[in-house]
């Protein structure tokens, strides 16, 4: 039961996945997520240590496609594109099916493919349903949300900082 969800390997990123370990497990085809995996939910913008990463994975003769559950094509299309990939929406993972059709665009076996997402019920439980190598990420937004609860700690302290020690002064009178 437990072996469903759990993953091959765990990495806190994308950008983090080692390319060269892929290499010597011999995988040459990504079957990737897209929200929380790629971009942050249901955004497009492709960070350039992301995109980076993905130039390598070119360079190391691995195909990589998208494949998305998320039910806007223009949204899984414009994010594949920015990185020249092919890619499926509506993909209905876990289903089983969702995952032969990225191993179709890839060309590749469920031998030599692995999954990437942040999601244990779809992303992980379905790759592991065919057998395939997967990789579970940390998702994109929780990083986010870590982040924005330690910068508020610091605007609370500097606000009360600033109220103690050097108040702002007052608006300059009006002149007329
Ligand atoms: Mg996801």
């Known amino acids: ?25 011999g995988i040459r ?5 897209l929200d929380n995996t790629m971009t942050p939910w249901n955004d497009v913008e492709v960070v350039p240590k992301v995109a980076e990463w993905f130039i390598k994975v070119k360079a190391a003769g691995i195909q990589a496609c998208v494949v998305s559950n998320n039910k806007k094509r223009q949204r899984v299309a414009v994010v594949a594109e920015r990185i020249g990939i092919p890619f499926v ?28 997402g942040d999601q244990l019920f779809t992303d992980i439980l379905g790759g592991n349903r065919l057998g395939l190598y997967t990789i579970l990420v940390t998702p994109i937004n929780e990083h986010e949300f870590i982040g924005t609860r330690v910068v ?25």
């Open 152 to 176: 508020r700690q610091i605007e609370k302290v500097l606000v009360w900082m600033m109220k103690r020690f050097a108040p702002a002064k007052p608006f300059s009178p009006k002149i007329h």
């Open 29 to 33: 085809g990504l079957i990737i997520d």
């Open 89 to 116: 929406f509506r993909a209905t993972k876990p289903r089983r099916r969702a995952f032969r059709a990225g191993m179709g665009l890839l060309g590749t076996g469920p031998k030599d493919t692995a999954v990437i």
């Open 1 to 25: 039961m437990f072996e469903y969800f759990r993953p091959t390997r765990q990495a806190p990123s994308l950008d983090l996945i080692s390319i060269e370990q892929l290499v010597q497990d």
